[in-house]
């Protein structure tokens, strides 16, 4: 029990945040395989879908999109130089924290709202199926590029258009992709703002009492 009241915290975060980049990776791995193949495979097997996707890639193209990211990648900066310049040689232990009360809402609190969305982001993981997928897309290119599309649009005196419909879902599925792009880069920031929120009340704590 001695020896717990004398773990240098900040080390052991730095420990933390390498552990749960490994855990988080290897959770997702199966997300990135199925995304990377599918990335590879759309050209050369759905080109006239990847044109149709091309021509509406500003819907991506926002600061609702991009802004989540710089402030992601902010924060890890921010960590950074404050691990590495501001105070190298801090170290907080879980003796210190008890004896200054102050620092208990802050190390606390960030603490439990850091375990909490790292959890949170190890269990919510959702399996991509790549074969189910690869259907939608072979459908919707096949409606593109046969000559049934414009037949059947014809015989309905243009009341069904596939290739139109196609056109409309695509859209449909990449401004909802976008959204769900955006949501996930929030959560990003949430959890490096816990991070870095947990880290400093550490390094604030070792400034504090030193």
Do not use: C
């Amino acid at each position: 029990m001695n020896g717990f009241w004398h773990i240098n915290l900040i080390h052991l975060f730095s420990f933390y945040l390498a552990m749960m980049f490994l855990a988080s990776l290897y959770r997702r791995t199966e997300q990135y395989r199925a995304v990377g193949g599918l990335v590879l495979t759309v050209p050369g097997r759905w080109p006239r879908l990847f044109q149709l996707v091309k021509q509406h890639g500003t819907i991506f193209l926002t600061w609702q999109t991009y802004l989540p990211a710089l402030v992601a990648l902010s924060l890890m900066a921010i960590n950074y130089v404050a691990s590495k310049y501001v105070m190298p040689t801090a170290n907080t232990t879980p003796a210190v924290v008890a004896d200054h009360w102050l620092s208990w809402p802050f190390v606390l609190g960030f603490g439990a709202a850091m375990l909490a969305v790292d959890t949170w982001f190890l269990i919510a993981v959702s399996p991509i199926d790549r074969h189910e997928l690869s259907k939608y897309l072979d459908e919707a290119e096949y409606w593109l590029r046969s000559w049934t599309a414009p037949v059947v649009h014809f015989f309905t005196l243009g009341t069904i258009n596939p290739r139109q419909m196609v056109r409309v879902e695509v859209q449909k599925a990449l401004v909802e992709a976008s959204k769900l792009i955006n949501t996930s880069l929030w959560w990003v920031v949430t959890q490096m703002g816990l991070r870095v929120g947990f880290g400093l009340s550490l390094w604030l704590t070792y400034a504090l009492t030193h």
